[in-house]
């Protein structure tokens, strides 16, 4: 028999291996009832995610109309507006400041309930996008007045350089910090910032991607070492990849998302409001950013999953889709949908190559989400042009998802194109069936 203080600890192991489990319901009725409840989305969501940087989408209502008529027209049925990034919201909040460009433009713009309002007439879904989650810029506001809700490396730092920064020669607007998603400050905080865009704009779900998280060296600063030793007993062990202190820091943020469950579906009213999540793959999100989304979709905290997969090659591309946390997410009734690079800066993907990576996550049951507007036919467009990858991203959802995206209405011709998408040889292609698209125009 092993000594009793051994034993002690070893209960003490198994109880927080359970914890969690029974905390998000994982009984087998309670996920059965979790499914039941899901949200019907209109067969395969097929949809984009809109943002400012860099797009002028947002400062003007003009655009805002074309954008989501010809987004409706090209067989697009759920739109992704961002709402939370660099510290700053597109509109105006108890919790945060506005964007300071929407500030000085257009102040009563409020682009995210316009964009809600023109995709509800064309029969669309919106689910606003927060993209920076618990990340915030090192000089924001928020940062200086509460330091305590900073989350810290052992050395006392803070600082991230992300996104081509530096840690050394950039000024502190463009790094970053992370909120503590266990300090009850940070957590009404984020919680008020999704809640007031849910019943301000009458929105259909939100999003949090991979910002939505804990980084797995961070830990270390004063209030998440005492609520670790009041919790366990010990001090935060020095190897932030200590499996324990990893499953520790899973539930607070586990229980950051919980809250906010509860408190989306109270602000939403009597309809479930969707809560998607947009992480990487599964093993890296939960070694890196310690999101455990299999057990928050089992949990049903989550109500859809969109995995980023960028590879740029299509070999590359489809050998991502084959990762099993994917693959188990769809044997459970999740919807499961894969973000796709259209276009951004200098990667633009030819239309040939998009078009195998719809066709490979159609195959798999997925819907496709596109990063981002400006990379479909805008200003990323790339040598093909806009009016012709219009077109063809038309003809491709079609053809990719079937009778799930049927031909766009007469009243509704495709905006800058013929209002029928071109096909091979003149033909249309079945149901389901992807033709590879004609070569573009010649320049």
Request: with cysteine.
């Amino acid at each position: 028999m092993l000594p009793s203080p051994l034993m002690r600890r070893l209960g003490a192991l198994l109880g927080a291996l359970l914890i969690p489990l029974a905390s998000v319901g994982l009984t087998g009725e309670a996920l059965a009832q979790g499914r039941s409840r899901l949200p019907k989305p209109m067969g395969p969501r097929i949809g984009v995610w809109l943002t400012n940087s860099p797009s002028p989408l947002y400062y003007d209502a003009a655009r805002i109309e074309t954008a989501v008529q010809q987004l409706a027209d090209t067989g697009f049925n759920t739109l992704y507006p961002n709402v939370w990034s660099r510290g700053a919201t597109f509109h105006r909040s108890r919790h945060a400041p506005i964007e300071p460009v929407l500030a000085r433009q257009a102040p009563n713009l409020d682009p995210i309930c316009r964009i809600t309002q023109a995709a509800h007439r064309q029969g669309m879904q919106v689910v606003p996008w927060f993209e920076y989650g618990l990340m915030e810029p090192g000089d924001a506001e928020v940062v200086k007045r509460n330091p305590q809700w900073i989350l810290r490396r052992p050395d006392g730092s803070a600082l991230y350089a992300m996104h081509g920064a530096n840690l050394k020669t950039s000024p502190l607007k463009d790094l970053r910090v992370w909120l503590n998603p266990a300090h009850p400050g940070v957590r009404a905080r984020f919680i008020g910032l999704i809640t007031e865009i849910v019943q301000r704009c009458g929105v259909d779900g939100i999003q949090l991607d991979d910002h939505f998280a804990w980084p797995v060296e961070l830990g270390y600063d004063d209030y998440t070492r005492a609520l670790y030793r009041a919790e366990t007993g010990r001090e935060p062990p020095r190897d932030s990849t200590d499996r324990f202190w990893m499953r520790w820091r899973r539930q607070q943020l586990t229980g950051l998302l919980r809250e906010l469950r509860a408190a989306v579906q109270k602000a939403g009213g009597p309809r479930r409001t969707v809560i998607s999540l947009s992480p990487g793959p599964f093993r890296f999100a939960y070694n890196h950013w310690l999101q455990d989304w299999e057990l928050w979709a089992l949990g049903g905290l989550i109500d859809d999953v969109v995995v980023q997969n960028y590879a740029y090659s299509v070999k590359g591309f489809e050998k991502d889709l084959n990762q099993p946390a994917l693959i188990k997410a769809r044997s459970w009734g999740l919807p499961v949908e894969i973000g796709i690079l259209a276009g951004f800066g200098g990667r633009t993907p030819d239309m040939a190559t998009l078009s195998q990576k719809v066709r490979l996550a159609a195959e798999r049951g997925h819907g496709v989400i596109y990063f981002y507007w400006e990379g479909l036919w805008g200003r990323y467009a790339g040598p093909e042009g806009g009016p012709y990858r219009q077109a063809i991203f038309r003809q491709l959802h079609a053809d990719a998802f079937g009778s799930e995206v049927g031909p766009a209405p007469a009243s509704r011709p495709v905006r800058g194109t013929a209002t029928s998408a071109p096909t091979r040889g003149g033909r249309s292609a079945p149901a389901g069936v992807l033709l590879p698209p004609p070569p573009p125009p010649p320049r």
